[in-house]
């Protein structure tokens, strides 16, 4: 079984963020990795609380929109590489926004589709254009100034 890796634990410890698991954080390099059932439940929920559509969903992981189905009702779960990346990337860039704005996680879901000339027209759209990796690079790189 391939696993979803979000960070490492060093990075958590860092940035004063909860392990996923619960387990305490580290200095260590270890990874933090989820299941893919954890990871594509965790997928759902924020893409519900961004009001991410379905379609959009369904592109952002480049899948049909019945395989999205299966995956939202926990029918199925993904297995494949591609798809597990991208929900790796997109959990990412989740992680890197928890960062940035650490006193309102609600401007979270808000940055996802609001415009921005950073990334234009807005995260999701540039996310389904130039794929998830161009904004999780993009967040790297402000949470380094």
């Given at each position: 079984?391939?696993?979803?890796t979000?960070?490492?634990?060093?990075?958590?410890?860092?940035?004063?963020?909860?392990?996923?698991?619960?387990?305490?954080?580290?200095?260590?390099?270890?990874?933090?990795?989820?299941?893919?059932?954890?990871?594509?439940?965790?997928?759902?929920?924020?893409?519900?609380?961004?009001?991410?559509?379905?379609?959009d969903?369904?592109?952002?992981?480049?899948?049909?929109?019945?395989?999205?189905?299966?995956?939202?009702?926990?029918?199925?779960?993904?297995?494949?590489?591609?798809?597990?990346?991208?929900?790796?990337?997109?959990?990412?860039?989740?992680?890197?926004?928890?960062?940035?704005?650490?006193?309102?996680?609600?401007l979270?879901?808000?940055?996802?589709?609001?415009?921005?000339?950073?990334?234009?027209?807005?995260?999701?759209?540039?996310?389904?254009?130039?794929?998830?990796?161009?904004?999780?690079?993009?967040?790297?790189?402000?949470?380094?100034?």
């Amino acid at each position: 079984m391939r696993y979803v890796t979000i960070g490492t634990k060093a990075e958590f410890k860092l940035f004063n963020l909860r392990l996923p698991d619960g387990s305490p954080v580290s200095d260590s390099p270890e990874p933090v990795w989820m299941s893919p059932e954890f990871a594509t439940s965790m997928l759902f929920q924020i893409f519900d609380k961004a009001h991410i559509t379905d379609v959009d969903q369904a592109a952002l992981l480049g899948i049909p929109a019945e395989t999205l189905k299966d995956y939202r009702g926990q029918e199925s779960i993904p297995h494949d590489r591609l798809v597990l990346d991208r929900i790796e990337a997109f959990l990412r860039c989740y992680i890197l926004l928890k960062v940035l704005y650490v006193r309102d996680y609600e401007l979270i879901y808000q940055w996802l589709t609001a415009e921005n000339t950073a990334v234009p027209p807005n995260p999701i759209e540039h996310m389904k254009r130039f794929g998830i990796g161009a904004v999780r690079d993009y967040l790297e790189g402000v949470l380094c100034r």
